[in-house]
């Protein structure tokens, strides 16, 4: 467990995913499509098992928070309600030579990090960063000119039914958020939940990235994982408060290394139009801190506007105070695919074993998507060894691996991060026992097959 | 339980699902989305359960099979090799006077189960069906002329990507199983499973239909669990018979009624252009007998389609028989919400307690999404009342009722089929039991707090 190094670059991962089943790009033998992804066997098992821990922490567990699940294809009018219609856009840039194109944020702030402003404000004197509306000019990959920048409409559109006429058009929802907002009446009244209480959900959303990168990071579909929390308008600050603290310890739970979590405030000037505050969880990937999960008080924006445009009040009568009002909203919004992302990339190490270096992933046992391999020590014990793992994959996620050296088969399962190796040897049909190894200490112990349910049990839950 | 009714038109469910918050209509704020829904919390919980028992009997608990989780919009080639850029339409006709839209196929069908050929074929001998080609003329709602049929594209189309050419085209799935087929090799490979194996996948799939109806039966946006399992050619029928066997035992391991599924192999001439075989599963709803599943042979046609248009090779080679070949696929393909309409409307009854009639869901004890409420017989009771329901909550989905006649908060339960109540009264200050009520048979036991977890534990496992 010594001079053990960590994931330098997303690229180590990126081949791992695809050689072990957790993430293929999608539709692959067609050369792919930029910024789609799919998940394996093992990264759907991982999916579920963060979905789980997200679902039991946030509904299950709590009174005060029920959950719903909405379609994607929503009404035009939600989204020219929430200002998704009329502001959701990127801005682009072009290079006129070499046709990359720039998300024109991306594009300053990568040249302000870098120390590079030179190459795209050639004219300018770059001691100082740009302010807002200063647009650079050239090409940071090749000098060509580049373009004036452009609006880059960030939902996908689709039509529905048969005619081809506006009224038809319909969008794929770019958050979860608001399907919970346009349900908060139906939701409140069938559940009989009273302020404060929260509305969870999970599902894709979408958007029309510019520039999808870092793997899974950004991508153009993704997994949102939102609640919505609704309070009266004097207890937003405490609730917040609350929130961004049961957040940012979920990330902890998660077996997350918490030396590599921040919270961030953000400034005023990049408040969404919504937020009176938000406060993002951070991860320090390897290509720099990024957010995680965003904690944001709404205040009652989205509830007013919806209740504007849709002609339905959306106002709450609170019985316990005896007063109508709109609620405020604090939301909490993670990623399904940047949790899975973080929790890979902060796993992966490389270490030494007797001399061999081993790639191993140090998943939380709790979120490992393979729970136990077990090994028969020659093949002459298959039999027994299938059994043993038949029985074990009615309790847990159990292969049998009877393929290659003993040695072999643990660097295979380390690699995929699996926490418990069992093998049965010829001694097994003398004493009923097996030997157990652990991922990360490559200890064994000599476990008796009548304890070793309760054994992996108890070491793999959270 | 003497006197019971069933379903008998899919109204009654509607209403109790928006009422108490297991479906709502999508968008219903803005009027609604014709062919979109929503998902309350009950309804949620009750999806959850039905994807947990389709995962654990068919991936999970299985050896064989591993599952995976693709994007929703995918490359448009994937399409073209399928077969639905070309041919995946449906024809419609529309009525000149009153503008009603019809599937042409449901309108020809619907006439003939209905005995009204003569009102849409008024100048025709209807004494036998009409043969394929032959055209209605009029209206079944007001006698109108009808249009010729048009071609109406079941595909949602969307655009990826910030060019607007034909290059950036691209489709929301129709289907999950070409998601599975594109990626075989990748999944083969890296869960280094060898054929016969099957690949399962759950996810949102999307068709554009002419004319969604009977509430969640036929929707635009639907949820797909299906499976392709891949063996040798010779090994078709074998495993076609093993899957159907297996499809159907799974309906009634959910507690659906056995007398109301029944299996029906599809006739020659309404088979998919991929399949050479196909039984459904059919549930008798309401509205008549419709399908709940398809078990296809789909020989190889995918993967030769795929091979041949993406230029890699899908081959397989059998290190058992020292062969290599295309494999075979076996499909299964059930959808989420259609299970989830079947088991409403087969637990929806109307029955008579002490002469009162009661509405109760008689969902099988381990799908109920709520599965135990605890009410506090008077309101000095709620702090040990509301510490239970807490302590429930850690293993089980429950809540704490404490507004109304005891017998008020039953049928309000016994509504949604919650199927345990427990009542905490005086009495159990000192005996420190509980009374535990059952849906069903409505009968009363007393138990003891500490037997508790372990009661409702045995009763809710399936």
């Known amino acids: ?56 922490t946030m509904v299950s567990r709590r009174e005060d928070v029920v959950g719903m699940d909405a379609s994607i294809i929503t009404h035009p009018r939600v989204w020219e309600a929430s200002g998704h219609v009329e502001s959701f856009y990127d801005m682009m840039v072009d290079c006129r030579e070499c046709n990359r194109r720039f998300r024109l944020d991306h594009l300053i702030q ?53 005619a081809t006429d506006s009224k038809s058009v319909a969008y794929l929802r770019p958050e979860t958020a608001q399907a919970i907002f346009v349900n908060f009446k139906n939701v409140q009244m069938s559940s009989r939940q009273k302020v404060p209480f929260g509305i ?3 599902g894709k959303a979408f958007r029309n990235e510019v520039t999808p990168r870092n793997f899974t ?62 406060t993002d969880v951070e991860y320090q990937f390897p290509f720099g801190w990024a ?6 008080n709404r205040g009652n924006f989205d509830l007013t506007q919806h209740g504007e445009h849709s ?20 939301e909490t919004s993670a990623g399904l695919d940047r949790t899975l992302l973080t929790v890979l990339a902060d796993a992966y190490a490389l270490d030494e074993i007797a001399g061999e270096e081993r790639t191993v ?17 020659s093949k002459k014990l298959g039999e027994p060894a ?42 097994t049909l003398e004493d009923d026992a097996v030997t157990v190894r652990d991922r990360d200490t490559t200890e064994q112990e000599r476990i008796g097959l009548s304890a070793l349910g309760d054994y992996l049990g108890e070491r793999l839950r959270r």
Chains 1, 2 share one sequence.
């Open 311 to 330: 002609g339905k009040d959306q106002a709450y009568f609170d019985p316990t105070r005896n007063e109508k009002y709109v609620p405020s909203v604090i």
């Open 110 to 162: 990568d040249a302000v990090d870098n120390g590079t402003l030179d190459a795209i404000f050639p004219d300018r004197d770059n001691s100082a960063a740009p302010a807002e509306g200063e647009l650079p000019t050239r090409c940071p990959a090749c000098a060509g000119e580049l373009t004036e920048p452009r609006q880059f409409a960030l939902m996908f559109e689709t039509r529905v039914g048969a």
């Open 291 to 296: 957010e995680l999960e965003g904690v944001a």
């Open 386 to 427: 299938r059994k043993l793992a038949d029985d074990l994959r009615k309790r847990f996620h159990a292969i049998y691996d009877d393929s290659g050296s003993i040695g072999k088969r643990y660097r295979r399962e380390d690699e995929v991060g699996t926490p418990y190796c069992v093998t049965l040897d010829f001694e």
């Open 217 to 278: 990071f950004r991508s153009r579909e993704f997994e949102q994982m939102e609640m919505e929390f609704f309070v009266h308008p004097d207890e937003e600050r405490q609730w917040f408060d609350y929130w961004i603290d049961a957040r940012h310890a979920w990330y902890e739970q998660l077996g997350i290394d918490p030396t590599r979590l921040r919270r961030r405030d953000h400034a005023k000037d990049e408040l969404a139009h919504y937020a009176s505050y938000t």
């Open 200 to 202: 969870a959900q999970v």
């Open 1 to 56: 467990m010594t001079d053990e190094s960590r994931l330098e670059s997303l690229d180590a991962l990126v081949s791992l995913c695809k050689r072990r089943g957790y993430i293929f790009q999608s539709s692959e033998i067609y050369g792919g499509l930029n910024g789609f992804w799919d998940y394996g066997p093992l990264g759907v098992e991982l999916r579920r098992r963060i979905f789980d821990s997200w679902w039991s």
């Open 361 to 377: 992933l140090r998943l939380a046992p709790h979120l490992a998507p393979r729970q136990v391999a077990v090994f028969p020590l």
